[in-house]
C-alpha cells in the first residue's frame, strides 16, 4: 500500500519508532504469549472524525512480521463515525501485540490532524484555501502535512529551501519592507511577504510581490486590505485563527488563511486496537 509521502521517509519513521518502544524486547508478551498462537484484531475508532495513518499503520506491522495480514477497511481522508472499525489484522499474536503501540500512535496522531483540518476546512467554506504551517513536530513534518491534505487543507512551504518568505525579523535586518523585498528576490521563486499593518501591505504590493501575509490582523483589517488591493496579489490570513473566527476571516474575500493549530494543537483522535477473544495455535512446520 502506498500513499502520497516519500515511502522511504515512512519506512525509517516506522523503524525509529519501533526502535523507540524496544519491540524486540517485550519482556511482557514474551513471557506471556507463546509465540505458535495466531489471532485477529481490528483498529476501531472510538470517535468520530477523519482517518489518516492507515497505510503507515500497515508499515508498522510489516516490519515487526511480515507475515501479519492487515486489511484496510476504510481509506486515509474518509469521514468515520465512532465505533466503526477502520482495519482487519490476522497473524501471529505476539506480532500484534508487539505493534499495536506505535500503529495506533500513528494512527491517532495523523487522524487527529485530519479531522482538525477538516473542521477548519468546513469552518472556511469553499472560497478560501486553508494552509498548515511549519509548526510540526520535529521529524514529523511529511506526515504531518499528508495528514493535513487527507483533512482537506493545503501544504505551505514545506521547509527553508521551498521558498521566499519574508517575516518581521527579515524586515528589521534588512532595515525595511522594501529593502528586504528587493535583496530577497530570487529567479523562478515566488516571493511572499508577511506584513503587520496596512502601510506595510501597501508597500508590498507595490513592489509586485506574489503573496502577501497579513499578521495577526483583526477581520476589519483584512477586509480592508482585500479592497485596497484589488486582486494585485494573493492575499493570506496568518496568526491567531480559531475555528470560531475562520468563517469571518473567509468572509472578507481573503484567498488564503494559515492555521498553525492543523499541526501543533490537533488532539489525538481516539483509536483502539481489539484482540478476539479466540485464536488457535500454528502448526509446525
Not at 521547509?159 to 530570487?186: E, F, P, W, Y
Request: overall charge negative.
Amino acid at each position: 500500500m502506498r500513499t502520497p509521502i516519500p515511502w522511504e521517509q515512512v519506512e525509517a519513521k516506522v523503524r525509529e519508532a519501533l526502535m523507540e518502544d524496544a519491540v524486540d524486547s517485550d519482556v511482557t508478551t514474551e513471557a506471556v504469549v507463546p509465540p505458535t498462537l495466531q489471532g485477529s484484531a481490528h483498529l476501531i475508532a472510538r470517535s468520530a472524525g477523519v482517518v489518516a495513518g492507515l497505510p503507515i499503520a500497515h508499515e508498522v506491522f510489516r516490519q515487526v512480521d511480515c507475515s501479519v495480514r492487515f486489511e484496510a477497511v476504510v481509506e486515509d481522508g474518509t469521514f468515520i463515525s465512532a465505533h466503526q472499525i477502520l482495519a482487519r489484522l490476522n497473524g501471529p499474536l505476539a506480532s500484534l501485540l508487539r505493534a499495536e503501540r506505535t500503529a495506533l500512535n500513528f494512527v491517532q496522531q495523523l487522524s487527529g490532524v485530519a479531522t482538525l483540518t477538516r473542521r477548519f476546512v468546513d469552518a472556511a467554506g469553499s472560497k478560501t484555501v486553508v494552509l498548515d504551517t511549519r509548526k510540526t513536530a520535529p521529524g514529523l513534518r511529511a506526515l504531518q502535512r499528508y495528514a493535513v491534505r487527507m483533512g482537506g487543507g493545503v501544504n505551505h512551504r514545506s521547509d527553508l529551501a521551498s521558498a521566499v518568505l519574508v517575516k518581521d525579523n527579515h524586515v528589521a535586518a534588512a532595515g525595511g519592507t522594501r529593502q528586504a523585498i528587493s535583496l530577497a528576490r530570487l529567479p523562478s521563486r515566488p516571493l511572499q511577504v508577511e506584513v503587520e499593518s496596512l502601510e506595510e501591505m501597501e508597500a508590498a504590493v507595490a513592489e509586485g510581490v506574489d503573496v502577501v501575509l497579513l499578521d495577526n490582523m483583526d477581520v476589519g483589517q483584512v477586509a480592508e486590505a482585500v479592497r485596497l488591493t484589488g486582486g494585485r496579489a494573493l492575499l493570506e490570513v496568518s496568526g491567531g485563527v480559531s475555528l470560531a473566527t475562520i468563517g469571518a476571516y473567509a468572509a472578507t474575500g481573503v484567498d488564503r488563511i494559515s492555521v498553525g493549530a492543523l499541526t501543533h494543537s490537533a488532539p489525538a483522535l481516539d483509536v483502539s486496537m481489539e484482540v478476539d477473544r479466540t485464536w488457535h495455535r500454528r502448526p509446525c512446520s
